[in-house]
Every structure is written in C-alpha cells, then in structure tokens.
C-alpha cells in the first residue's frame, strides 16, 4: 500500500490519473528500454560537464529497468502465461545454439546477445500487453519532456565531440525519439513539439545515417496519410499537414544547402553522401545480396540455427536483409514460414485497426524498429527486434492477454474518461 501511494504522488505530477499509472509503468520500461543507449550517452555528457567519472558499462541502465520490470510485472500485472513464454524464448535459443555449427556458437556469447537474452527478452515478454496504452507517449508530459531533452542532450553532446558513437547507432538509437516528436507534433497538435523536430532532422543530417532519415520520412508520410483519409480529421489538421509541407520544403530547399556549405560537411556522413551525388548507392549491399542468393539457393530444407550467415558470408558479415538472414538461418521450408507470419502480423497490425490512433501506434513501431531490417542490422542479436515482434504479436490480435477482467473493464474504463477529459481540454 505504501508503495502504490509513493507511486500515486509521483505519477500525479506528470498528469496520470490516480488510477491510471499502472497503466503507464509496462510503457515506461518499454520506453526506457528502447531510450536506453540515448539516455546513457546524454547521461555521460552530462556527468563530463560536471567533471565527475562514469562507468563505460552502462549495465547498470540496464539491470535497473529489469529489477524495475520485475516489480511492476510482480504486483500489477502477473500472469503464468508470461512466464511460460519466457522459457519458451530460452527454449528456442538453446535449441538454435544446439543445432548450430561451432563457428555461429560463439555468436551466442557475444554482448549483443547476451543483452538481448538477459535484458530485452524478459523485459519485453513481461511488459508487453495487449492493454498497454503506448499513445501515451505521444501526449503525457512524462514521455515528451524526457524525449525532447534526450534530442537536445543528443545533439550537445555529439556537437561538442563528447559523444563517440558511430553515426549509424547514433542515428538509429534516436529514430524513436524523432517519430514521437513527430507524431505529437503533427496528430496531437503539441506545437512546441516542432521545435525539437527541426533539432532532431538537424542532428540527423549533420551526425546521423540515411537510413533513420528514410524511415523517418516513410512514418511522416504514413501519419500524413491517414490524416488525410480520416474522416474525422479536423482544421487543425489540415493547417498543421500545410504547415508540414511547408516546413519539408524550407529545409530541403535553405537549410540543407546552408548545411552543405558549413562546416558540418567534413564530418557528416549523410551531406558528404549528398555533396557526392550517392545519397542513394547501395552498391556494397547489392553485392553482399548476391552471396546471399547463392548460398540459399544451394542449402535445400536444411536448418543451420541463428548467425549462420555470419560463417559463410566474407569477413564475417552478417546479411544486412531479414529476409536472407532468416532464410541463411532456417532454410527454405521454416524460413518461409517465419517470414509469412512475421510480414502478416505486420500488415494486420495496420490494416486491421479501423481506429487512426491504433494505426499511428502499429506505424510508430513498424518504422522505428523493424523497417531499418530490410537493409541494415541483424534481427538476431539486436533488442530492437524483440520489442517490435512482440509488441505485434502481443497488442495487435484479438486474444485476451490479461488473466484479470475486472482489471481489464478498470483499465478500458479509465482508458474512456482520459479520453474524454482530453477532448473537454481541447487536446486531440
């Protein structure tokens, strides 16, 4: 009882219902969890300002959002099933590990890996629900205040060399932060919002990769288009897409060519990529793809377990495409069938949800952490992955996942009056 009252007071000053901070916590870990890199990064810039020394590892980020999911799941939202899964996780891991070749085994040990075992999977698996309410991310003031000084933080700490991260993982790290900007921005008309988006396309020309950028882009343009096609779509929203256009086309046409011609050239991967004409090459992966076709085409119905490509591909490079990876991994025959069903819960995800704001959150997730697979990273040995399968496969179908009805009419009940309140203030 202590406990909930101590949480009462401190979800009251981030505009949470009484109620409705149980709510919010599966969504906070999930939250930090996919923050996690951004916030250690701004966490060490911070501390550097100050002088004072901190680890390299920031493990302790990541034990502290699992002893924190552990409680949540223990007092709020406890259920066998859960658990059953989780050891179903470890159960195809270890079954993975057995049938691989002594080459890929020792990709099971790596770091990544073993983040993603120790770390995502648990997380993820005990936090993810069908009643999580993820829109709260785009409106509540908890989730938008910290996203917009993660942005800001982000960009002081890489403008003054503080940060060392490769523009690749920088980028990606920071894609979700810039799609919630955007998303409050553009649907929940958080106007102050357009600030931290602008910082955001900055620090994504000027320290970050194409690909964040694209997928960026391809969200703007999905959460555009289904306000255009809803029904209920308001003047505001019409006024606040003008102005989106508007605002692409001034930073197309002055602010990227002002780039172009700063300083900021040298260094930027994404303006040196521009300033050359290749913005779009992508000639190293066409040639890795044709190794790719050539091994799966001989390999028949056989199952070589996970990071196979990484032992037959040159240098050790993993395929850079989920769809070769998976096939590499699990042949033809199971192969097919892991990419059926992963592309159908993606398409369900969208076209399934009559609602727009079902449908802003599926493309939220699709674009933040799956999209950049189909040309870039591993889904193998990369956290990002777990959080996007299964939060589509937990949220998005029709199966009851809370073992509690009582809680689940409580929680669509206070789900309604946060809505209704919403719309007496004038939020959208």
Known sequence: MEFDNYMNSIFKRFEFMEKNYK?????????????????????????????????????????????????????????????????G??????????????????????????????????????????????EIMFQNRFFIVSTDALIVLSFLAKYTYSDHSDYMSFSYDLLPAWNIVMISAIYYNKKIQWLFLVIGLLEG?????????????????????????????TVKHIIVLIISILGLYIFIDIIIPFLMNSTFLSSSYVLKRINFGSLTDNSDRKYLYVFCRDI?????????????????????????????????????????????????????????????????????????????????????????????????????????????????EECNLISKTCYSEAKSNGCN
């Open 296 to 408: 799966i085409s001989n390999m028949g119905i056989n199952v070589y377990g996970l990071f196979y490509d990484r032992t037959v591909l040159p240098n050790g490079m993993y395929a850079h495409n989920f769809i070769y990876e998976i096939l590499l991994s699990f042949g033809w025959f199971f192969g097919t069938i892991i990419i059926g069903i992963i592309s159908i819960l993606t398409i369900k995800a969208i076209m399934n949800n009559e609602r727009i704001e079902k449908r802003i959150i599926a493309t939220f997730f699709i674009c933040s952490f799956f999209l950049r697979y189909i040309v870039s990273g591993s889904i193998f040995d990369e956290g990002n992955f777990i959080i996007y399968i299964t939060v589509l496969s937990t949220c998005f179908n029709s199966s009851k996942n809370c073992s509690d009805k009582n809680l689940c």
């Open 205 to 233: 020309f000027i320290f970050g990769a194409r690909g964040p950028i694209l997928w960026f882009a391809v969200c703007m343009f999905l959460i555009s288009f289904y306000i255009i096609n809803n029904k209920k779509k």
């Open 23 to 87: 709510e919010a916590l599966p969504v906070m870990c999930i939250f930090g969890l996919f923050m996690s890199h951004t916030f250690y990064r701004c966490l060490r810039f911070v501390f550097e300002l100050m002088n004072i020394q901190i680890t390299d590892n920031m493990s302790f980020i990541w034990f502290g959002l699992l002893f924190f999911a552990i409680i949540v799941y223990i007092r709020y939202c406890f259920q066998l099933l859960k658990l059953l899964l989780l050891i």
């Open 89 to 134: 996780s470890y159960v195809f891991y270890i079954l993975n590990y057995c049938i691989s070749s002594p080459e890929a085994r020792q990709y099971y040990t790596h770091g990544d890996v073993m983040t993603v075992l120790l770390i995502y999977i648990p997380i993820c698996v005990l936090m993810v629900n069908k009643n999580n309410k993820w």
